[in-house]
């Protein structure tokens, strides 16, 4: 089997058996970068090849030196284009940031320089994360690797098709609202978001300071537990990083069933606007959940049909006033047409943001306004903690919720591009998750008969991501849904 | 909820944004209906709900304030559009008299 076919965990034990070396795996990466990435466009930076090629040599010969291998030592993992990489542009996708070359590395990127892990790219997403389908790039957008007339969704997109096309062997995505497990979903990886606080948010280019959140997008479960072990953990550097101890995640897959754990399945998931061929795939996976020993229940999360309002009024508010910073006076992009201070920043801003991030600002300075405050930003504040408390209530009866991850399988590009309350309302199963804080896992859980996968989301109790863990592995193994792979071919 | 044209403008305004007349008569039509559909948030009853401003962390974050290694000026000046003598440069503030 070709090397980048491999899991991460399988590609490390070549690594670690010495049968294949550093340099082998950076090369059939690049390899298969040129071969596919043309169709694709998951990358806004692909790394300089002679560059990795250089390091990869460099590490096989001081291999001997290390007592044992790091287990994402000489790992090609991308990383989202709003994550900061010291001396690799991070863009945002925006031509705001178009040349902006950060001074350090995030948290997360020094942790994995720290396992000698290969940065092979910095993927594509919506402009400064701001969407569902990563058409909202300045780049240009990327294509789902089943379907290429498709979206991959959004906003890591970029980080979810490359995983998916084997340019990568995983990737970190960031998630806002949904923004890496709803790719996952659309492109039949897995995508992560842990808990609020479980993952350093330093040097991630701030959207919505309440609710962004790194993890990891991988080929399947095991590999987002190895990922999440690296980037778990307090950081002086984000003082909302949890001081909670982090475990071995992968110990969490020693149970290999879901037996004894209660399993809610929230009614308002299943409602309409569900489409047919979702709704039966997750009902599927609900079966086969049952027959790994867990015990469904259903039950009610009924604040869910407000999730979209708070959250887009919540995010929208955070993110007016989180891009503020970009003024033309630090770093970016600064209009050459203005007389005065105050023109130049109005013309930067004009200038260096697209339609989608202009909206919301917009959207966020008319909630945060004189007037407008108390009925929409205060208002959507108070509901996002009725929202929180709904999953209190659950998770008193079951231990984590399963449900569908999307409304709908991936949607044609362009086909909601015209209309932002849409692409908006498309968000609904993963907007609570991220209101509420709480970690939530998508894995591939089938197919539409047009040959698109379909994603299914368990939500867990906060910082208790070894439960979905354990049962997402547990359904993943039972399940054959990972040896499908991207019809597409080879240039 | 229905924008005005006056009430996009003072939007644009505060959100330092120079938007096209083009521009501003497609977000009062799209923010008049995204509102309009927020408005289903006045139904839900929130009566004595504390508001949630961030996540569920009700302890303060200390540390000491002690000196630390910070970016050499160089290095944060390198992204300024208009740099000089050490400093970010920026149009004139103040007109001419």
């Known amino acids: ?93 925006s031509r705001m940031l178009e040349g902006y070359v950060p001074p350090y590395d995030a948290t997360v990127v020094q942790a994995l320089r720290a396992q000698r892990c290969v940065i092979i790219g910095k993927t594509n997403l919506d402009e400064f994360a701001m969407g569902s389908s990563t058409e909202h790039s300045a780049f240009g957008p990327t294509r789902n690797p089943w379907k290429l007339s498709h979206v991959p969704g ?40 842990p808990t609020y606080g479980r993952v350093s948010r330093y040097g991630l280019v701030a959207f919505a300071s309440s609710l962004d959140q790194i993890g990891p997008i991988t080929k399947d479960v095991m590999d987002a537990a190895i990922l999440l072990n690296i980037l778990a ?20 897959f020693k149970k290999k069933d879901v037996k004894k754990l209660k399993i809610g399945v929230p009614v308002e998931y299943f409602g309409e606007g569900l489409d047919a061929e979702v709704r039966e795939a997750v009902q599927a996976a609900l079966e086969v959940l049952e027959q790994l020993g867990g015990e469904l229940q259903e039950v009610s999360l009924p604040h869910t049909n407000v999730a979209v309002a708070t959250y887009y009024l919540l995010a929208t508010a955070e993110a007016s006033s989180n891009l503020a910073r970009y003024d033309g006076v630090k770093y970016g992009l600064r209009s050459k047409h203005h007389q005065d201070l105050l023109e130049m920043y109005c013309r930067t801003r004009q200038e260096g943001f697209g339609p989608e991030v202009k909206r919301r600002i917009m959207l966020g300075t008319f909630a945060l306004s004189r007037g407008y405050y108390e009925a929409y930003y205060a208002k959507a504040q108070a509901v996002r903690t009725l929202i929180t408390q709904d999953f209190d209530t659950a998770f008193q009866s079951v231990d984590f919720l399963i449900t569908p991850v999307m409304p709908t399988p991936a949607f044609r590009l362009g086909e909601k591009l ?74 | 909820m229905r924008l005005s ?61 002690e000196p630390q290694e910070a970016f050499p000026q160089e290095q944060a000046l390198a992204n300024a559009p208009d740099s000089q003598d050490g400093y970010f440069r920026v149009p004139k503030i103040l007109r001419d008299r």
């Not at chain 1, 890496?180 to 995508?191: D, E, F, K, L, S």
């Not at chain 1, 368990?458 to 592995?473: D, N, S, V």
């Open chain 1, 233 to 252: 953990g307090r950081d002086p550097r984000d003082s909302t990083s949890a001081d909670v101890p982090v475990p071995d995640f992968t110990r969490a």
């Open chain 1, 154 to 193: 959004g906003s890591s997109g970029g980080s979810a098709a490359a995983v998916a096309a084997d340019e990568c062997v995983a990737a970190l995505g960031s998630d806002t609202g949904g923004s890496i497990r709803q790719p996952a979903a659309c492109c039949g990886v897995v995508g992560l978001k």
């Open chain 2, 5 to 65: 044209e006056a009430e996009v403008e003072h939007v644009g305004a505060l959100a330092r944004l120079a938007l096209t007349p083009d521009e501003k008569e497609a977000f009062r039509l799209q923010l008049s209906r995204i509102l309009t559909y927020m408005d289903e948030l006045r139904v839900v009853n929130t009566d004595g709900i504390t508001p949630m401003s961030g996540m569920r962390t009700n302890e303060n974050v200390f540390r000491s304030d």
């Open chain 1, 418 to 491: 015209d209309d932002p309350l849409q692409m908006y309302l498309a968000d609904i199963y993963t907007l609570s998750a991220s209101l509420a804080g709480i970690p939530a896992i998508a894995i591939p859980c089938g197919f539409s008969r047009q040959g698109l996968p379909i994603g299914i989301q368990f939500m867990g109790r906060p910082f208790e991501e070894e439960t979905i863990l354990r049962a997402a592995r547990a359904y993943e193994l039972a399940t054959q849904w990972r040896q499908k792979r991207p019809p597409i071919r080879e240039k």
């Open chain 1, 1 to 93: 089997m070709s090397l980048v076919k491999l899991t991460l965990r399988e590609l490390q034990e070549r690594f670690t058996r010495g049968e294949v070396s550093a340099f082998e795996i950076v090369r059939a990466y690049y390899l298969r970068i040129s071969l596919v990435e043309a169709k694709v466009k998951a990358y806004v930076t692909v790394n300089d090849k002679e560059t990795v090629f250089a390091e990869a040599q460099a590490l096989d010969k001081e291999l001997k030196a290390w007592r044992k291998t790091l287990p994402l030592m000489a790992m090609p993992v991308a990383i989202k284009d709003n994550i900061c990489t010291a001396g690799m542009r991070t863009t945002c996708g």
